[in-house]
């Protein structure tokens, strides 16, 4: 499996962007997807992450950023509106096939695949 991550870019406070991450090879075997960023001198953080129907968000961007998953198109998205300059990070896309529990979601080390980040910027 190969993910890569795009859509990043440079926004002003207050607006939206939308992350792809397109899914390659044996996208049917993955159960568990998420975003993770890393702002510069910051450890790796969770963002949002879906199983199945279900939809998890670190409480930061929640309400504001949408995650989906498009199974035909072996695509994820990360819909973020009303973005802040804290936003600011390298955002990366990341799969499993497990099927984890909530809490497992939550963390990085629970995936095994990952993109290769795609840096959004939001200016003040």
């Known amino acids: 499996v190969q993910l890569q991550a795009s859509g990043g870019g440079l926004v002003q406070n207050g607006n939206a962007l939308r992350l792809s991450c397109a899914v390659s090879?044996?996208?049917?075997?993955?159960?568990?997807v998420a975003w993770f960023r890393q702002a510069p001198g910051e450890e790796r953080g969770f963002v949002a992450a879906r199983r199945a129907r279900n939809s998890f968000y670190a409480d930061s961007v929640k309400g504001r950023f949408t995650i989906s998953r498009d199974n035909a198109e072996n695509m994820v998205y990360l819909q973020m509106n009303s973005l802040k300059p804290e936003d600011t990070a390298i955002y990366f896309c990341?799969?499993?096939?497990?099927?984890?529990?909530?809490?497992?979601?939550?963390?990085?080390?629970?995936?095994?695949?990952w993109g290769q980040g795609t840096q959004v910027t939001v200016s003040s």
């Open positions: 090879g044996r996208a049917s075997d993955i159960n568990s």
């Open positions: 990341a799969a499993d096939p497990r099927n984890w529990i909530a809490s497992a979601l939550r963390d990085a080390e629970s995936y095994a695949y």
